[in-house]
């Protein structure tokens, strides 16, 4: 299934590259239900949050300028980050 990462920049701790952000890619598996860091950093009580790992063509993430279009790197990313395209 194809996503895309949001763009959003909210101030804090925030565990999604933001070199991602934006940019489309592929889930390559789920990994399961973890707390989310993002409201567990500032000690709140966390919700459950999906972590999926997400595949991502170089040339997607940095253009023109990918040394190699067609590598691919994967990040780990909560599903409240991810819409679907």
Do not use: D, F, M, Q
């Given at each position: 299934m194809k996503v895309r990462v949001h763009n959003?920049?909210?101030?804090?701790?925030?565990?999604?590259?933001?070199?991602?952000?934006?940019?489309?890619?592929?889930?390559?598996r789920k990994i399961g239900l973890f707390s989310n860091p993002e409201q567990n950093a500032y000690r709140h009580a966390p919700e459950q949050r999906e972590l999926l790992r997400v595949r991502f063509k170089m040339s997607e993430v940095w253009g023109a300028n990918a040394e190699n279009p067609n590598d691919e790197i994967?990040?780990?990313?909560?599903?409240?980050?991810?819409e679907a395209v």
């Open positions: 959003n920049w909210p101030p804090g701790h925030v565990r999604t590259p933001g070199y991602l952000r934006e940019k489309t890619g592929e889930i390559e994967e990040a780990e990313i909560y599903s409240h980050w991810l």
